[in-house]
């Protein structure tokens, strides 16, 4: 979601804000901009739209000062004005906030009867005038600012920038992550790593309810209780935070072909070289006793649960339920303290499913997370993190995320058969094998991009497009119309085959394209009869199946994509690939904005 970033330097800190502001856009947003001090005088500028036009008026209306916050926002409340854009000001306070203040309306109601007027629709606003309303009444701007803070509920990731005060940043969260970067006589405040990583590589993650107080010295946390907190400081790795397309289009084409290099190492760091166990880090998991596996996500991540549902239970054996989390948390389901709790998160920050994962914390014998960012709030407050090794991913549509958080869910079905003796060795090595083998299947599989390029420029002229399939394909289907809707804003929807007669073959007509997974594996036929039903009512199916199964199965088809044969419980990870895709090439083909599709954020902190 909003992108935030802080900066205390010796250098002018305009052009240090727009350049990590551009490092924040895969977070999503629609208008953008930055607040300085110069001379003790406080100023701003905004625009809307992409950070060009805020580029654009600096040209024209250039910001002085060493001291400055800036914004991407992603409207909530309020349209996307430059009026409701942040940095908000009220007097002596400028803020830039991520997040929702749920009582905005109760404050705004105190301040309307105090009669402070307001001139936006957002809840930002309420945030800054409290704050200028406790400095009016003689307070300094921390204190002011801590009293402010004491009165908020929702989400938040706040910073402050105060008129006459050069060298003081107040930073704040609660819900949405903040880290402070550490410099040699400068600090600087970001959203997440990626932004502070060309400033800085020392980071201090704030924890829930932390406030700071930043100057060029360096940083005072208190915890939400007021007391002084010693907050870790970390080193990154550079290398991690890279956000460069390296000769390709978009973020999303190298996120796509990057597959076959961080999916190994995702199987290497789980399966040490030489060994057929996987190994998991700290005490790890002894599925020997667990009675039931809870799995909540959002989004793709979810539809990587709903592969994984088919798995534990097929080779472990072990009952598995799969909740959306915002569903979830206010579902308040009974967790037996014989469950083991699982949550997938890109991120680590989606707001619904860190809710969530509060919620199990006193219930579930064993809290568990599969994350892309090790040091995110899911990752912290987890007995168990298990990082899936995908590097960073900036368009917004998961691709090589997606495709890691199932590899790693699969090594996870792996040990829990091994852990309750549901597989006999020969069958556990020769699943690792497959695993191992299964980058070269994803590079046999990207090396059919011309075939899937045709296809996906037939499908690019659709309204409607069906995604069929049956099993561990079925999750796949869903994924697959998630991603062409994504980013082509074609409407697609993803069935299970069986389900086809109770009520989507009423859609289908000779307009209707449908996109058939289907390796050719012990579901085939059935998935085959129902193309077949398709076909005899004249719609177009788009045919993704193997060698045998396209030989089977091709006449009559609108398309076919052939890929390799692969043991069909690897089947979901490899027809990723030719899924994703399809999504992308016909994004191309209708010039939409592939890696920041339209009201859509990579990091969703907000329910």
Not at 261 to 282: K, R, S, T, W
Not at 330 to 355: H, I, K, N, W
């Amino acid at each position: 979601m909003c992108g935030i970033i802080g900066v205390l330097s010796d250098h002018e800190a305009a052009p240090i804000l727009v350049e990590a502001l551009k490092r924040l856009e895969y977070r999503g947003y629609d208008s953008a901009g930055i607040a300085t001090i110069n001379g003790g005088a406080l100023d701003r500028r905004r625009a809307v739209g992409k950070l060009v036009n805020l580029s654009d008026l600096l040209v024209h209306e250039p910001l002085a000062g060493k001291a400055g916050i800036g914004h991407t926002r992603w409207a909530t409340h309020g349209a996307p004005t430059i009026g409701n854009a942040h940095p908000h000001r009220a007097g002596r306070v400028a803020v830039v906030h991520n997040g929702i203040i749920e009582n905005f309306r109760e404050l705004r109601a105190e301040l309307a009867a105090l009669g402070v007027p307001f001139t936006t629709e957002t809840d930002t606003e309420t945030v800054a005038l409290l704050t200028e309303y406790h400095m009016s009444q003689g307070l300094g701007p921390v204190e002011a600012v801590f009293k402010t803070l004491d009165r908020l509920e929702g989400a938040f990731a706040l910073a402050f920038l105060f008129d006459g005060e050069d060298d003081l940043i107040v930073a704040a969260r609660k819900g949405s992550p903040l880290a402070i970067g550490h410099g040699d006589g400068e600090m600087y405040v970001g959203s997440d790593a990626i932004a502070l990583a060309p400033l800085t590589d020392r980071i201090t993650y704030l924890e829930e309810g932390d406030r700071a107080v930043v100057t060029r010295k360096g940083v005072e946390i208190r915890d939400a209780r007021g007391a002084l907190a010693n907050r870790a400081m970390r080193q990154i790795n550079i290398d991690n935070t890279r956000v460069d397309k390296a000769g390709h289009k978009h973020f999303m084409a190298k996120e796509i072909a990057e597959q076959p290099q961080v999916i190994g190492e995702a199987v290497n760091h789980y399966l040490p070289a030489g060994g057929d166990a996987v190994v998991l880090p700290g005490e790890g998991i002894d599925f020997s006793r667990v009675e039931r596996l809870t799995m909540v996500a959002c989004g793709t991540a979810f539809y990587a649960c709903l592969t994984a549902k088919y798995w534990f239970e097929q080779l472990a054996r072990l009952p598995v339920e799969v909740d959306i989390a915002s569903e979830f948390r206010y579902r308040e389901p009974p967790v037996s303290p014989g469950t083991l709790a699982l949550f997938v998160s890109q991120s680590g920050e989606t707001a619904d499913t860190l809710a969530a994962l509060r919620y199990c914390q006193d219930k579930a014998a064993q809290i568990v997370s599969v994350v892309n960012v090790p040091e995110s709030s899911i990752a912290r407050e987890s007995d168990l993190a298990l990082p899936i090794h995908a590097g960073v991913e900036i368009g917004v549509a998961s691709t090589k995320a997606f495709t890691c958080q199932l590899s790693v869910l699969l090594m996870l079905a792996l040990k829990a058969a091994a852990d309750r003796g549901t597989i006999s060795p020969e069958e556990r090595a020769d699943r690792i094998a497959d695993l191992r083998g299964l980058p070269q299947a994803i590079n046999a599989a990207l090396d059919r991009n011309d075939e899937i390029r045709a296809a996906a420029q037939r499908l690019s002229e659709a309204r409607d497009v069906l995604f069929l399939g049956r099993g561990a394909m079925y999750p796949l289907a869903l994924e697959g119309a998630l991603k062409l809707k994504e980013i082509s804003y074609i409407h697609a929807e993803g069935y299970a085959s069986g389900e086809l007669k109770h009520g989507p073959i009423a859609l289908i007509d000779k307009q209707m394209p449908v996109v058939v997974m289907a390796p050719h594996d012990d579901l085939f036929d059935k998935t085959v009869s129902n193309m077949q039903e398709v076909m005899a009512r004249k719609g177009k199916v788009v045919l993704i199946s193997d060698e045998a199964g396209i030989a089977e199965a091709q006449e009559g088809t609108w398309a076919t994509v052939r890929m390799p044969a692969i043991h069909p419980l690897l089947a979901p990870i490899l027809y990723a690939v030719p899924a994703q895709l399809l999504a992308y090439h016909a994004a191309v083909a209708k010039g939409t904005d592939v890696d920041q599709p339209r009201n859509l954020a990579k990091s969703v902190t907000v329910e």
